[in-house]
């Protein structure tokens, strides 16, 4: 049981990973911990590895005391952060947590007091980060910070093709509930036709969800990468899109699902169909093969999936040829050139935070926007 002048050690997170530890370009290296808050206080002391010698020397690290700055407040914890700036491109670091009553400090290994820290003799078990790799380093471009986003799921924005409604398309509805199957029709002309009105709110970039072809209406389990979806039209009304859009001063994103496809996407219906003997069998992730066609969620693990659903198989990402794909995909729709390197390192996704993640492709007139 927890004395009641100690600090809330349960509270108290960080570890070196890409969300809490990481590298903003190649000079700046971005220290994030969380705490409970009975911690007013947050220094970190940090330094080179190597300043005090290589283990076996007398001489001990000491590094550089600096406060950490207040982040947000999260509803059990508060978000401390601050930029470092690393000389030799590598850092050793651990915390210092100050309450109002007691000061702890934080290794990897755990918390020490300050009596315990000064002891001769005692290893430190510091963090630390042995090199801010470039290749680890998330290169959004530098015009992506400034923009006033304003995303848009299509089928629920505006159908600017209303006499084009089909049987499946809900009348449009100000009340009542909204169920995932509804189809409204709403589409990129619908969209087109509204830009004027988006540029009056003062927005300067629009964030598609999913537009590729696919057999629902969020668009996350695509079908056809190479075509956009025909409930939200064609490429000549995205091109003209784009264009009034830029003329407007507004950016574009799309939200490429590369994480995962949908059932009938033509390499998951050759792996449905051939089993272990196809050619695609690698670009998945299969554990069962006796039981790949059953109808039902993945708990099973007979197959990995996003959110357990059979209808979105994940597709394995550290594959070449998945990445050449995605990489000729990307290439055939861009004059440009597209860094497979980046590219194969922006798609590592983990089984544990499966998810979909955004490739952003500006472009003006077919041309790369760096």
Same mark, same amino acid.
């Given at each position: ?7 809330? &050690?349960? +509270? ?14 190649? !000079? ?7 705490? +409970? ?21 007398? %001489?001990?690290?000491?590094? /550089? ?23 030799? @491109? ?16 934080? &290794? ?6 300050? %009596? ?29 910070? !400034? ?14 093709? *209303? ?46 969800? *999913? ?9 996350? #389990? ?13 490429? %000549? ?10 003329? @407007? ?11 995962? =496809?949908?059932? /009938?996407?033509? *390499? ?6 051939? +089993? /272990? ?6 670009? &998945?992730?299969?554990? #069962? ?16 999936? &996003? ?16 990445? %050449?794909?995605? =990489?000729?995909?990307? +290439?055939?729709?861009?004059?440009? /050139? ?7 390192? #922006? ?15 500006? =472009? ?7």
């Amino acid at each position: 049981m927890r004395e009641e002048n100690e600090m809330e &050690f349960s +509270g108290v997170y960080h570890k070196t990973s890409e969300q809490m530890s990481y590298a903003l370009d190649e !000079d700046r290296l971005i220290v994030n911990i969380k705490t +409970g808050y009975d911690v007013k206080q947050v220094f970190i002391h940090y330094g080179d590895p190597y300043e005090a010698g290589i283990l076996g020397g007398k %001489e001990k690290w000491i590094g /550089k005391r600096e406060e950490m700055i207040y982040k947000k407040r999260l509803p059990y914890q508060i978000w401390w952060t601050t930029t470092l700036l690393p000389e030799y @491109k590598r850092c050793k670091y651990y915390f210092e947590l100050r309450t109002e009553k007691e000061v702890w400090y934080y &290794f990897e290994d755990g918390f020490l007091t300050e %009596e315990q820290l000064r002891m001769d003799g005692r290893m430190q078990q510091c963090f630390i980060v042995p090199w801010m790799n470039p290749s680890d380093i998330n290169r959004t471009p530098a015009w992506v910070n !400034d923009t006033i986003w304003y995303q848009i799921f299509p089928d629920r924005f505006c159908n600017g093709t *209303p006499e084009k409604n089909g049987d499946d398309i809900t009348p449009w509805r100000n009340h009542g509930t909204v169920t995932n199957q509804e189809k409204f029709g709403g589409n990129l002309e619908g969209i087109r036709q509204r830009l004027s009105y988006l540029q009056n709110l003062g927005i300067t970039g629009i964030y598609f969800n *999913p537009i590729m072809e696919a057999e629902s209406n969020h668009k996350y #389990d695509t079908t056809d990468y190479t075509k956009i979806d025909p409930a939200f039209g064609d490429e %000549e009304t995205m091109k003209a899109l784009c264009m009034e859009a830029h003329e @407007k001063g507004i950016r574009i994103m799309v939200d490429a699902v590369f994480n995962h =496809c949908g059932r /009938k996407f033509a *390499p998951w219906i050759d792996v449905l169909e051939h +089993g /272990k003997d196809s050619c695609y069998a690698d670009w &998945f992730m299969v554990e #069962d093969w006796e039981q790949i066609g059953k109808r039902a969620d993945t708990r099973d693990r007979r197959f990995y999936s &996003f959110a357990f659903a059979d209808t979105m198989p994940k597709l394995n990402t550290n594959n070449e040829e998945v990445i %050449e794909y995605f =990489c000729k995909v990307c +290439g055939e729709k861009i004059t440009g /050139k597209v860094e497979k390197g980046v590219f194969g390192a #922006d798609m590592k996704v983990s089984l544990l935070n499966d998810g979909p993640f955004t490739i952003i492709l500006e =472009c003006r007139n077919g041309e790369i926007i760096p």
